[in-house]
């Protein structure tokens, strides 16, 4: 039996832009003024949140319904329309001339004029707000056209889509869009970037549980390369024992504080996330405006359950994490436990079975 995400042409190599396939679309207000929709959450239950449509959200959706008059390639997927953000997922069935680009661009350029027609009077988006929009400039003129707001002021984010198993990913993330978003408000706290954490000697940035800071034990996960070859070359027990001890001592009450890093630390975290287990989490790069934390963290740290750490300001352009980075993250991890606890003890070794995620 086929699955469903088969019959999608998936980017190969070279093809990105150009090619048929998937591409994540993000166009957003970058003041971010809520004028596309408005979030209800019914009950203040965070799992029932929508998001009403504004006269301009309703206008934004009609032009990317209308892509396809100009594009006949390109279908639209899927997409999420936040108050101040739409998500899309485009669907390009067959390489374009120009490219997804041009189709990307043309897109803003209309919405572009449909902002400025919402800011000169919100109440002319309604019937023939496209042939307003396009002759605004002509009946007020060119000054006072170019002095409204533009509202969105940059370019759509456009990512082409290169595997298969993102497609998924990408539409729980959309769809998961309205609810972490009110999770956020009925919970402010846990989300708020928190500054001038100041810990062993160094400075972080924050976002989660700051009281973590304040339990009884801590201990680092830092599994060593001599361990990861001793395993690989048929000697596994010392790493068997290491990550099971990780287990065991977070089970008892210490938070574990590491990057999670390697595959074998990363194992460790999803065990950690699986039974709700308190931790600290080092980020390698700080955190953006409007940040939340990925799928696998943004329950926990709704929870209480997890605080991100970083000493580094944002970084837009950084795409990975060197040698250098997880040196100085697995430092920064054992500087925090010797700081913060008042007592540890080395943790005991139970069954990998008994732990192994399913």
Same mark, same amino acid.
């Given at each position: ?20 396939g ?11 003024? %809520? ?47 936040? %108050? ?12 374009m ?8 661009r ?13 800011s ?12 307003? &929009?396009?002759?605004?400039? *002509?009946?007020? #003129? ?9 509202i ?11 595997q298969r198993?993102?497609?998924?990913a ?10 972490? +978003? &009110? ?11 928190q500054? #001038? ?17 304040? &339990? ?6 830092h ?5 990861? *070859?001793?395993? *690989?070359? #048929?000697?596994?027990?010392?790493l ?38 308190p931790?600290?989490?080092i ?12 799928? #696998? ?5 709704? &929870?209480?359950?997890? +605080?991100?750490?970083? %000493?580094?300001?944002?970084?837009a ?24 606890? +008042?007592?540890s ?7 990998l079975?008994?732990i192994?995620?399913?």
């Amino acid at each position: 039996m086929t699955n469903e995400h088969d019959i999608w042409q998936w980017q190969e190599p070279d093809t990105a832009w150009k090619g048929a396939g998937l591409y994540h679309v993000t166009l957003t207000i970058p003041s971010r003024e %809520p004028s596309l929709g408005t979030l209800v959450i019914p009950d203040a239950d965070a799992t029932k949140a929508k998001v009403e449509i504004l006269p301009l959200g309703r206008a934004v959706l009609d032009i990317q319904r209308q892509l396809s008059s100009f594009y006949p390639e390109i279908q639209i997927l899927h997409y999420c329309l936040m %108050p101040d953000h739409l998500h899309a997922i485009w669907y390009v069935r067959q390489a374009m001339p120009r490219g997804i680009r041009a189709a990307v661009r043309g897109f803003w350029q209309e919405v572009k004029k449909v902002g400025r027609l919402s800011s000169f009077a919100p109440n002319l988006i309604r019937e023939n707000y496209q042939e307003r &929009a396009k002759t605004l400039r *002509e009946e007020i #003129g060119a000054d006072r056209y170019d002095a409204l707001p533009p509202i969105f002021t940059e370019m759509p984010f456009v990512r082409p889509m290169g595997q298969r198993r993102q497609l998924p990913a990408t539409l729980r993330y959309i769809d998961m869009n309205p609810q972490r +978003l &009110a999770t956020k408000r009925l919970m402010p706290g846990f989300f708020r970037v928190q500054e #001038g954490i100041e810990l062993a000697g160094r400075t972080y940035s924050g976002v989660g549980n700051i009281a973590l800071l304040q &339990a009884e034990r801590y201990a680092p996960v830092h599994v060593r390369r001599m361990m990861v *070859e001793a395993a *690989e070359h #048929g000697e596994p027990q010392t790493l068997r024992e290491y990550m099971n001890g990780c287990v065991l001592a977070a089970r008892k009450g210490t938070v574990m504080v590491s990057p999670f890093i390697s595959p074998q630390e990363k194992q460790v975290m999803e065990i950690l996330l699986k039974e709700e287990h308190p931790f600290i989490y080092i980020a390698d790069n700080g955190f953006r405006d409007y940040y939340k934390p990925h799928d #696998g963290l943004f329950d926990a740290v709704a &929870a209480g359950r997890v +605080l991100i750490l970083s %000493p580094w300001d944002y970084d837009a352009g950084k795409r990975h994490v060197t040698r250098a980075d997880c040196v100085a993250m697995n430092q920064m991890a054992e500087e925090i436990c010797n700081h913060c606890s +008042l007592s540890s003890a080395p943790p005991n070794s139970i069954a990998l079975s008994s732990i192994t995620p399913d």
